[in-house]
């Protein structure tokens, strides 16, 4: 992708984004060659929600995750069946739960009153329920335990059996949230056992659904063995399967280790003002179309293009957007080499949690997505908006206005 990105920093107005197909599928691959038959890969949609990126993963045998009534009409758009489709949210009303229901949709319940409810709406029927159990995540420490509001506490799951057994509802499956960018496998099977654990309480049993929380392969350091992961999950989930005499479906839900690292972000350095101790380089980007520094407080590497290798200045640079809002970095301290205004500056790992983050906040406009293709074409995959052109064609009108008027007078 490197001479490929290169061209189309030399000819692409900034900023964009750039997906690499190869490496999507090489991440497809990773998941799709866990030894266990029985299993199921749904992408998370809320990490990226482009349309022909899904249709990628919908055409690989992928699944869809979402947690929003838009994202389903999205995914059903594009083309997912009922069957690809997992439903998981906090606050789900029970005209959303009757859709649902209408559709053959999969719901995994977060609370006693959602499973009450769906009881009602789905006698004789099957859903899941979000566990809520430790967690890993790298960077947040509210999503797990008491301080979490997603899920259903183990001292909750008697309660839950009792009223589904009131309402003839069967309780089909186990949901978690296992972490973000879990550093090691370990933590992620130790997570896999807990909830294997839990889930022996669910005689109706049919799938165990382990969410995401897989690092990205390119920022995995060697610290997470795939390979491994891959060995012993199945394992697992075969002996899961021998205690229940049938077989036991493994679901997964990864989001950013799809998409993660599969595309870079690329904006234009307008202007460098000089400070004592740093540079402050001034690009056309923004924190409001690259949105995971600010959200997640985790900064993206950082290179110019076509200057690999080149000595890095002798201050470091903080990179921000061109705007007044105070918190517009998009990162600090980076060792970059001396840039200048036109050098095009590459944020790597931004595939996931990036363009689907974006905000109207600051006002700016939304970038291309370009998708280079496995043959090395690269095709836009989302139109950027151009507000100078709309602002060209009503200043136009304007002054056309003002002339008539002129000559009307």
Same mark, same amino acid.
């Given at each position: 992708?490197?001479?490929?990105?290169?061209?189309?920093?030399?000819?692409?107005?900034?900023?964009?984004?750039?997906?690499?197909?190869?490496?999507?599928?090489?991440?497809?691959?990773?998941?799709?060659?866990?030894?266990?038959?029985?299993?199921?890969?749904? &992408?998370?949609?809320?990490?990226?929600?482009?349309?022909?990126?899904?249709?990628?993963?919908?055409?690989?045998? &992928?699944?869809?995750?979402?947690?929003?009534?838009?994202?389903?009409?999205?995914?059903?758009?594009?083309?997912?069946?009922?069957?690809?489709?997992?439903?998981?949210?906090?606050?789900?009303?029970?005209?959303?739960?009757?859709?649902?229901?209408?559709?053959?949709?999969?719901?995994?319940?977060?609370?006693?009153?959602?499973?009450?409810?769906?009881?009602?709406?789905?006698?004789?029927?099957?859903?899941?329920?979000?566990?809520?159990?430790?967690?890993?995540?790298?960077?947040?420490?509210?999503?797990?335990?008491?301080?979490?509001?997603?899920?259903?506490?183990?001292?909750?799951?008697?309660?839950?059996?009792?009223?589904?057994?009131?309402?003839?509802?069967?309780?089909?499956?186990?949901?978690?949230?296992?972490?973000?960018?879990?550093?090691?496998?370990?933590?992620?099977?130790?997570?896999?056992?807990?909830?294997?654990?839990?889930?022996?309480?669910?005689?109706?049993?049919?799938?165990?659904?382990?969410?995401?929380?897989?690092?990205?392969?390119?920022?995995?350091?060697?610290? &997470?063995?795939?390979?491994?992961?891959?060995?012993?999950?199945?394992?697992?989930?075969?002996?899961?399967?021998?205690?229940?005499?049938?077989?036991?479906?493994?679901?997964?839900?990864?989001?950013?280790?799809?998409?993660?690292?599969?595309?870079? &972000?690329?904006?234009?350095?307008?202007?460098?003002?000089?400070?004592?101790?740093?540079?402050?380089?001034?690009?056309?980007?923004?924190?409001?179309?690259?949105?995971?520094?600010?959200?997640?407080?985790?900064?993206?590497?950082?290179?110019?293009?076509?200057?690999?290798?080149?000595?890095?200045?002798?201050?470091?640079?903080?990179?921000?957007?061109?705007?007044?809002?105070?918190?517009?970095?998009?990162?600090?301290?980076?060792?970059?080499?001396?840039?200048?205004?036109?050098?095009?500056?590459?944020?790597?790992?931004?595939?996931?949690?990036?363009?689907?983050?974006?905000?109207?906040?600051?006002?700016?406009?939304?970038?291309?997505?370009?998708?280079?293709?496995?043959?090395?074409?690269?095709?836009?995959?989302?139109?950027?908006?151009?507000?100078?052109?709309?602002?060209?064609?009503?200043?136009?009108?304007?002054?056309?206005?003002?002339?008539?008027?002129?000559?009307?007078?």
């Amino acid at each position: 992708m490197n001479t490929r990105l290169q061209e189309l920093c030399n000819r692409i107005p900034t900023p964009f984004y750039a997906y690499d197909e190869k490496a999507i599928f090489e991440n497809v691959e990773r998941f799709a060659r866990i030894p266990y038959e029985k299993k199921a890969i749904y &992408f998370a949609s809320m990490a990226n929600d482009n349309p022909v990126l899904l249709n990628i993963i919908r055409k690989a045998g &992928f699944g869809i995750f979402v947690n929003s009534m838009k994202h389903l009409a999205l995914a059903v758009e594009i083309g997912f069946e009922p069957h690809q489709i997992i439903y998981t949210t906090t606050g789900l009303s029970s005209k959303h739960m009757a859709f649902l229901i209408q559709h053959g949709i999969l719901v995994n319940l977060d609370t006693l009153d959602q499973v009450a409810r769906y009881g009602e709406l789905a006698r004789g029927g099957k859903a899941g329920i979000r566990l809520n159990t430790d967690e890993r995540s790298r960077v947040d420490s509210y999503v797990s335990g008491n301080n979490s509001r997603i899920g259903l506490l183990p001292h909750e799951l008697p309660n839950v059996l009792a009223i589904a057994r009131q309402k003839g509802l069967r309780i089909a499956g186990t949901h978690v949230y296992l972490g973000t960018d879990i550093v090691t496998e370990d933590e992620m099977l130790a997570g896999m056992k807990r909830m294997l654990e839990l889930s022996r309480s669910f005689p109706d049993l049919e799938y165990v659904d382990f969410g995401g929380g897989f690092p990205v392969a390119s920022e995995n350091q060697g610290n &997470f063995n795939f390979a491994r992961y891959q060995k012993e999950c199945a394992e697992l989930l075969r002996a899961c399967s021998a205690e229940r005499g049938r077989p036991i479906q493994l679901i997964l839900e990864p989001g950013r280790a799809l998409f993660g690292d599969s595309a870079v &972000f690329c904006t234009r350095v307008v202007e460098v003002k000089e400070r004592e101790d740093r540079y402050i380089v001034a690009c056309d980007g923004s924190v409001s179309i690259f949105p995971r520094p600010l959200v997640y407080g985790i900064y993206h590497s950082v290179a110019v293009a076509g200057r690999t290798g080149a000595p890095p200045a002798d201050k470091p640079s903080d990179v921000v957007g061109s705007t007044t809002y105070s918190r517009d970095f998009l990162t600090r301290g980076a060792k970059l080499p001396k840039v200048e205004p036109g050098d095009v500056l590459v944020f790597d790992s931004a595939g996931s949690y990036c363009y689907s983050m974006i905000t109207r906040f600051l006002g700016q406009a939304l970038p291309a997505e370009i998708l280079i293709d496995r043959d090395g074409n690269a095709v836009v995959i989302r139109k950027p908006e151009n507000f100078e052109t709309e602002l060209q064609a009503a200043f136009a009108a304007r002054e056309l206005a003002v002339r008539l008027n002129k000559k009307v007078a």
